[in-house]
């Protein structure tokens, strides 16, 4: 007889992670559950790649689930197997899931990239805890997409910094990096004050560069960075946004940090 319930496959991405076929495939080290049309994290393995990589919880909602430079795939409709078979995959490779964090409704979805088995490859990621406002934002190196252009964050001593993470693979960016298009619109006393940096955290610049392109994102100030900012930046789910002051500190960070009230705040208080 086959069960129905929510615990019928519960355990099924935890055992991926340890019994390795003769394809090497491996998973992240959860357990889902199926509750209606949604799949929510039940339990997280100890040292596994999603404990490690402390981008996950208990309770959180995958949404969606794709490959490293793939579209991802929504899970609604699809059978608890199916999402399954979708995070499993070889051993070391990318798994980017799309995710409603526990507590939170569709408009706070986050994308998160884990790798599969390969617990070292999670270098690449931050471990989540967000610099604290007031601290000193890091003087990271960031390349100028386009004109492949390095620079530095502190050039933009003097002016507010939005500072958003993001990268093509992140459903849930897009709509973030667009808004952040229209904002010397809808906000003409920005101008001139504030630096919309879109910071790509692609594996590849080239990805990044084609992408900007399609999607005609050019009211920010678009660049790409490399682990070492990732890391300093604490971040490891995307996307991550922080408001920098105008004196190089943090006055805000997070998920949906509240942009327009921190901004509006720090160039009237100049």
Request: glycine content about 8%; hydrophobic content about 40%; proline content about 4%.
């Amino acid at each position: 007889m086959r069960l129905l319930g929510s615990l019928s496959l519960a355990f099924c991405i935890t055992a991926a992670m340890t019994e390795l076929s003769a394809q090497e495939t491996a998973g992240i080290g959860v357990a889902l559950d199926k509750q209606g049309e949604a799949f929510p994290v039940r339990k997280i393995l100890p040292d596994s790649p999603a404990a490690l990589s402390k981008s996950l919880a208990v309770g959180d909602r995958i949404v969606a689930v794709g490959n490293k430079n793939e579209p991802s795939i929504e899970v609604k409709g699809l059978s608890l197997e199916k999402v399954v078979q979708m995070i499993r995959g070889p051993r070391g490779t990318e798994v980017r899931l799309t995710i409603i964090p526990a507590g939170m409704d569709d408009s706070q979805m986050q994308a998160v990239s884990l790798t599969r088995g390969q617990l070292k490859e999670l270098a690449r990621w931050g471990d989540g805890r967000l610099l604290a406002k007031g601290t000193n934002a890091p003087n990271i190196r960031l390349m100028r997409l386009t004109e492949k252009k390095p620079e530095r964050l502190a050039d933009h001593l003097g002016k507010v910094v939005v500072l958003e993470f993001w990268a093509t693979w992140c459903g849930p960016c897009q709509k973030h990096v667009d808004d952040l298009q229209t904002c010397f619109e809808r906000y003409p006393a920005w101008r001139n004050k504030v630096v919309l940096i879109a910071a790509s955290a692609d594996d590849e610049q080239e990805l990044a560069i084609k992408h900007l392109m399609i999607k005609k994102w050019d009211s920010t100030h678009n660049v790409w960075v490399g682990t070492d900012a990732i890391k300093a930046f604490h971040v490891n789910s995307l996307p991550t946004t922080y408001v920098i002051d105008q004196q190089g500190k943090v006055a805000g960070a997070g998920h949906e940090a509240h942009i327009v009230e921190e901004v509006n705040r720090l160039i009237h208080d100049e």
